[in-house]
Nanobody, 118 residues
């Protein structure tokens, strides 16, 4: 069975840091591109950051509002995706989901809640 499980969320003060992890099983991790997507209360899901598959070169993209604060990375040996979040702001409060995709297939993981207090 395919499983994507995000964890590492929690309550943090403004300016603090968290590291989210997403573990994967049931598919060939290295063949997939990954993304972090978040959904704040009462809002639609929005993309946070993405990283290409390592069939080629690891390329990353992070949304402008999070650039310089958030860093996406992956460890193919551990089949784990990461999101390092620094300088957190109250507007970063959301449920964070990991997402895996390759041509013709995609998977969503369960989310992890990040709450940033002011």
């Amino acid at each position: 069975d395919v499983q994507l499980q995000a964890f590492g969320g929690g309550l943090v003060q403004t300016g603090g840091s968290l590291r989210l992890s997403c573990t994967a099983s049931g598919f060939t991790f290295s063949h997939y591109a990954f993304a972090w997507v978040r959904q704040a209360p009462g809002k639609e899901r929005e993309g946070v950051s993405c990283i290409s598959s390592t069939d080629g070169i690891n390329m990353t993209y992070t949304e402008d509002s999070m650039k310089g604060r958030f860093t996406i990375s992956r460890d193919n040996a551990k089949k784990t995706l990461y999101l390092q979040m620094n300088s957190l702001k109250p507007e970063d409060t959301a449920v964070y989901y990991c997402y895996a995709e390759r041509i013709g297939n995609h998977y969503w993981g369960q989310g992890t809640l990040v709450t940033v207090s002011s």
